[in-house]
């Protein structure tokens, strides 16, 4: 059973293009999360997804920032515009809903370069 | 999700007992403690989590008080790769609420 994944690993980035991030949550995991964290600082919450549909978007930036979370396939991440700021390592983590222990497991991050 | 409070950093020789407190005084009775750990550039990795009794896994024990307002992660003989950020965090376990993370205690394990 693998892990969360994601996909790509490192991405570089010139300003004004669009970043995509994938994540495929564990096997019988509904729930997607996204975190960033920026350079030398904590684990910032950005979005809670379960398929098509967005739960908790309180930490997602108000422009340029969109997450989906399709029937089908990866959950995805965007960036349009991206911008210097926006260089950061984004995590991916999932959880189900039968445990009942609420424990999210995280990907392994996609390290986003903006030149 | 109430608030937990954790020293910015900690050393621990190798071998030794590593114990890793987290204060959260105000924690509400449906709430939980889970500790997380980041190891240097890597996703955050699942350690323990409890609600009142003392809990044991393969990677470390959880002691919680007695009141609940606070906790200790042990991991028992400390190694070079237990060198990480712990982040101490209270939530409720149903909801699959979103984690909260602090700016955790950095260890470092020394040879």
């Known amino acids: 059973n693998a892990g969360v994944m994601q996909n790509p690993r490192h991405l570089v980035r010139r300003r004004g293009q669009e970043a995509r991030l994938r994540c495929s949550p564990m096997k019988g995991h509904s729930h997607v999360y996204w975190y960033r964290q920026l350079p030398e600082e904590g684990l910032k919450f950005m979005v809670y997804l379960q398929k098509e549909n967005i739960i908790d978007e309180s930490g997602m930036p108000k422009e340029r920032f969109s997450a989906e979370f399709p029937k089908e396939g990866p959950s995805i991440l965007r960036i349009q515009q991206v911008v210097r700021g926006d260089s950061a390592a984004y995590f991916c983590?999932?959880?189900?809903?039968?445990?009942?222990?609420?424990?999210?497991?995280f990907g392994a991050g996609s390290r986003l370069t903006v030149l | 999700d109430a608030k937990t409070t954790q020293p910015p950093s900690m050393d621990c020789a190798e071998g030794r007992a590593a114990n890793l407190p987290c204060n959260h005084s105000?924690?509400?009775?449906?709430?939980?403690v889970y500790w997380y750990r980041q190891i240097h550039s890597q996703g955050p990795q699942y350690i323990i989590h409890g609600l009142k009794n003392n809990e044991t896994n393969e990677m470390a024990s959880l002691i919680i008080t007695e009141d609940r307002k606070s906790s200790t992660l042990i991991l028992p003989h400390a190694t070079l790769r237990d060198t990480a950020v712990y982040y101490c965090i209270v939530r409720v376990a149903r909801g699959n609420t979103p984690l909260v993370f602090g700016k955790g205690t950095r260890l470092s394990v020394i040879a």
């Open positions: 983590a999932s959880s189900d809903t039968i445990s009942g222990a609420n424990v999210l497991t």
């Open positions: 105000t924690i509400s009775g449906n709430e939980y």
